[in-house]
């Protein structure tokens, strides 16, 4: 697959343990938020997303909490698995201005075993 | 359940060269978007659209141009191909409003010589 940021930083996390990736983001206009997970070689694909007015969101497996005060973002991973290695994207816009997403520039988890 | 389909996979250009990069649809979406990403960097935007015969410009538009004739069609042309635009493209659609989540394709990796 394609070199997806050679100078990511990296999370390495043993399989079964919980991981934690962080997101900055830049805009305090920003209302909606999303995390997307880029496996070598594929486009980005959504993982959940939340808006403004909530702090926390849950799915399966995943949890994303917001922190506005502070325009902090974070992913959370129960029970990592081999299959979540990856380049994870927070990604930011304000509602109304159509399909202009501004990602961060990743992370990437390596699960070891 | 195509999705969003991007052709080609991979190109190699010579500078000074164009082409245009297919991007195609099926679920309908109104808005569609065109984002470049480079090693250590998210993505970002390049053109998008918000529907059939309305384009307008991202973050990083010099060098491209775009066209909307149909709701299932986002071709982006590149006019005179430059090393600097050696990159990989992601095409993205997403139904708008509230919850504006951008499904993407697999990618277009070009390498202009």
């Known amino acids: 697959g394609e070199s997806v940021g050679l100078h990511l930083p990296t999370l390495s996390v043993q399989e079964g343990d919980n991981s934690i990736i962080n997101c900055a983001y830049s805009?305090?206009?920003?209302?909606?938020f999303i995390w997307y997970k880029q496996e070598s070689g594929k486009g980005p694909q959504f993982i959940i997303d939340i808006r403004s007015n909530m702090d926390k969101r849950q799915g399966q497996r995943v949890t994303v909490l917001l922190n506005k005060t502070v325009k902090h973002l974070s992913l959370q991973i129960a029970a990592t698995q081999p299959g979540d290695s990856a380049v994870y994207f927070c990604a930011e816009t304000v509602t109304g201005t159509a399909s202009k997403l501004t990602f961060g520039t990743g992370t990437r988890l390596q699960v070891t075993l | 359940n195509a999705g969003v389909t991007q052709t080609p996979k991979f190109q190699v250009l010579k500078t000074g060269q164009s082409m245009t990069l297919q991007c195609a649809q099926d679920?309908?979406?109104?808005?569609m978007s065109w984002y470049r990403q480079d090693p250590g960097m998210g993505l970002r935007l390049i053109h998008y659209?918000?529907?059939?015969?309305?384009?307008d410009q991202g973050e990083v538009p010099n060098g491209y141009n775009v066209s909307r004739s149909t709701t299932e069609d986002f071709p982006l042309r590149l006019l005179s191909a430059a090393p600097s635009q050696t990159s990989v493209y992601f095409c993205?659609?997403?139904?708008?409003?509230?919850?504006?989540?951008?499904?993407f394709g697999a990618g277009t990796r070009l390498s202009v010589l």
């Open positions: 659209s918000v529907g059939a015969g309305i384009t």
């Open positions: 679920m309908n979406h109104e808005y």
């Open positions: 805009n305090s206009a920003s209302d909606y």
């Open positions: 993205a659609s997403s139904y708008g409003g509230l919850q504006n989540i951008q499904y």
